[in-house]
């Protein structure tokens, strides 16, 4: 199945021809930065220069049956003269020590909500770190509210920052404060969302080396699947950027009606998430996020976990990708499970599985 996908989707070689040929972990290393720099210049659009917000912290007590303690912390940003504040949510399980954190960023703002099962979450060891995209910046086009509106931001400028920068942006500012609270186990940070929110965590694993794991669930277009060669039931780069124009930074739409002239495809982004832990989670009636290149992306990426001398993605070569496949041994797992587009139980519950293998003791 990957072996025909290679073939229908004419992907050219980028690691074995041109400005990212790399043979060698050393030389990996080197052009990484390069290669982060295409993907903001080209899809996404730079972040903006980095604020130190100022922290201010709520205690919500020890809640979730005694089990943790929930505090909400606010994080206010400053940028000439104007200020903005996101409300986030740290629950850590109580009285523990060196704690695993899922960074999670979500739709809603409370906590507990259908995506996000705090209580099964602490339940299994691990602390949550919650906010909502929207109290970043609203998903539109207004680029004037939110921390989106602390920064000047022309429609001139083909490289300037998307929705996605900036919720990502946020992303790592939350991680900067993880770094700081002393039950945090630092090394274990993993961050994980869903759709347009794995796209984001995608992105900021991909700029920010600190996470230790990317979960992403369903991201889709412009996330976790190829670009090239997509079925007319997947979401296209048209398609997207006609709907969500604001996630992304000018120079994509030149791609729009010539995909083949991107110097890049989504594995690359994927890939330099390597050496650490990435795991793709697909639904198999969520055609439009396209398994299939969601999949292939996974396998093209392992090149760069194979020149640190790692697996990448292990799936055996299938006739099909079929309901239920679950490739979840290597640094790279993917799976499909039954039903639609959602983030469920199900797929929090083989994340955790994952973070537990990787963390090696016992939570
Ligand atoms: C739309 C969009 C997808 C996105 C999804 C979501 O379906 O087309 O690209 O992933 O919304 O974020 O739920």
Not at 113 to 137: A, L, M, Q
Not at 337 to 345: A, L, P
Request: glycine residues 6%; contains cysteine; charged residues 25%.
């Amino acid at each position: 199945m990957i072996n025909k996908e290679l073939e229908k989707r004419n992907i050219p070689d980028f690691f074995g021809n041109g400005e990212f040929a790399v043979s060698s972990a050393d030389e990996w290393l080197e052009k990484k930065n390069g290669l982060k720099e295409l993907f903001l210049r080209e899809e996404y659009g730079f972040l903006p220069k980095k604020l130190t917000p100022s922290i201010k912290t709520e205690t919500q007590g020890i809640n979730f049956a005694g089990k943790a303690k929930w505090e909400s912390i606010y994080f206010t940003f400053e940028n000439e003269g104007k200020e903005h504040t996101v409300k986030t949510e740290l629950i850590l399980p109580a009285n523990k020590k060196n704690i695993p954190v899922f960074l999670c960023v979500n739709f809603v703002p409370e906590i507990p909500n259908k995506y996000c099962p705090t209580e099964e979450i602490i339940d299994n060891g691990f602390g949550v770190f919650h906010f909502c995209y929207t109290d970043v910046s609203s998903d539109d086009t207004d680029f004037t509210n939110g921390l989106s509106g602390l920064f000047e931001r022309s429609e001139e400028n083909t490289d300037d920052f998307s929705k996605i920068s900036i919720w990502s942006y946020m992303a790592s500012a939350c991680m900067d404060y993880l770094c700081t609270r002393e039950e945090v186990d630092k090394n274990n940070v993993a961050i994980i969302g869903h759709s347009r929110l794995g796209k984001t965590a995608l992105l900021t694993s991909a700029l920010d080396e600190r996470f230790i794991l990317t979960c992403a669930n369903e991201s889709g277009c412009c996330g976790a699947a190829i670009s090239r060669g997509k079925t007319k039931e997947n979401e296209s780069i048209k398609e997207i950027t006609s709907v969500f124009p604001h996630w992304f930074c000018k120079n994509y739409f030149k791609y729009i009606d010539n995909i083949d002239a991107t110097p890049f495809d989504q594995h690359m982004l994927l890939s330099m998430i390597a050496p650490r832990y990435l795991m793709v989670g697909g639904a198999i009636e969520d055609v439009w996020a396209d398994n299939e290149g969601q999949l292939l992306a996974c396998h093209m990426a392992s090149y760069s976990w194979k020149l640190f001398g790692k697996h990448g993605l292990v799936a055996p070569e299938k006739e099909a990708l079929c309901v239920n496949d679950a490739f979840l041994d290597g640094e790279v797992g993917f799976y499909l499970r039954e039903g639609s587009h959602f983030f469920s139980r199900y797929d929090w519950n083989v994340y955790m599985k994952k973070f537990k293998e990787i963390i090696k003791r016992d939570i």
